[in-house]
T-cell receptor
């Protein structure tokens, strides 16, 4: 099953863009990459997902490299409320989401 | 608000007891998933139901069981509780399209279970 690798933690200044990297070098050709975040023990919140094209919605942008081995989630103007654990996720062979430890993003004033 | 509801929010019980956690999916969603999250850990997938039938099983203990009812709400039953079962339990729902990679899951607020 494909897995993902993310940095354990990152800091970002309030108002700046937060760029969260993820490696998924074993991802198969038809697997999507999902991003969720979890704010302090709340239920995980869906952010965005993509296959090979860049995606954007009201929350974030997702940039996927051409070889699909890595991706970057971009929060364009980070606020203090974006402090959370961010999970980059792919599915296993049973189509279930594989949750790693995620990246703890701290937005600093 | 994801549209997924879970009750109760908090549950405190003793070892050896049995509890039931309840989940109502988003309107129109046919799939329900249960996850366990122990302190400072990632989410562990327990089980998935689709339109009343079990679809997939993860790391669910034999002491735990679940079901999905005709109105699509789901219950997770935890029995013979141990201290190590203390955790957050999340329910998620999705439209439930068969084997489609874009079947996005939406999560409820969770139930915090404390076993004393």
């Amino acid at each position: 099953d494909a897995k993902t690798t993310q940095p354990t933690s990152m800091d970002c200044a309030e108002g700046r863009a937060a760029n969260l990297p993820c490696n998924h070098s074993t991802i198969s050709g038809n697997e999507y990459v999902y991003w969720y975040r979890q704010i302090h023990s709340q239920g995980p919140q869906y952010i965005i997902h993509g296959l090979k094209n860049n995606e954007t919605n009201e929350m974030a942008s997702l940039i996927i490299t051409e070889d699909r081995k890595s991706s970057t989630l971009i929060l364009p103007h980070a606020t203090l409320r974006d402090t959370a654990v961010y999970y980059c996720i792919v599915r296993d062979s049973n189509y279930q989401l594989i949750w790693g430890a995620g990246t703890k993003l701290i937005i600093k004033p | 608000d994801s549209g997924v509801t879970q009750t109760p929010k908090h549950l405190i019980t003793a070892t050896g007891q049995r509890v039931t956690l309840r989940c109502s999916p988003r309107s129109g969603d046919l799939s329900v998933y249960w996850y366990q999250q122990s302190l400072d850990q990632g989410l562990q997938f327990l089980i998935q139901y689709y339109n009343g039938e079990e679809r997939a099983k993860g790391n669910i203990l034999e002491r735990f069981s679940a079901q999905q009812f005709p109105d699509l709400h789901s219950e997770l039953n935890l029995s013979s509780l141990e201290l190590g079962d203390s955790a957050l339990y999340f329910c998620a729902s999705s439209a439930g399209k068969t084997a489609v990679s874009t079947d996005t899951q939406y999560f409820g607020p969770g139930t915090r279970l404390t076993v004393l």
